[in-house]
């Protein structure tokens, strides 16, 4: 099990953007993938984006276009490009790692109109 830790969140407008970051501590063993969950109030955690250590990205419908995940170059870190938020957008994001696995606490970002 990994420890992930999450930069904060916060308040944006919408049409505003927000960069969220995740950092694992170093180690010998190399995460395969890692990613970004979303839960929204009253409904599941649902897929936001994920990357491999090989660059593959994959993205959930509604965010294709507006969101970028990257890794940093040491590879334990991993960021999350927020542009053109949308009220929907509005929860609490949660950083993934798989082999080894993991997750974050968890970061608000709540989008306004």
């Known amino acids: 099990q990994v420890q992930l830790t999450e930069s904060r969140g916060g308040l944006v407008q919408a049409g505003g953007s927000l960069t969220l970051s995740c950092a694992a501590p170093?180690?010998?063993?190399?995460?395969?993938?890692m990613g970004w969950y979303r839960q929204a109030p009253g409904k599941q955690r649902e897929l936001v984006a994920t990357i491999s250590h090989d660059g593959v990205t994959q993205y959930a419908d509604s965010v294709k276009g507006r969101f970028t995940i990257s890794r940093g170059s040491a590879w334990n870190t991993v960021y999350l490009q927020m542009n053109n938020l949308k009220p929907e957008d509005t929860a609490v994001y949660y950083c993934n790692a798989d082999r080894p696995s993991g997750w974050g606490r968890g970061t608000l970002v709540t989008v306004s109109e």
């Open positions: 170093k180690s010998i063993f190399t995460i395969v993938v």
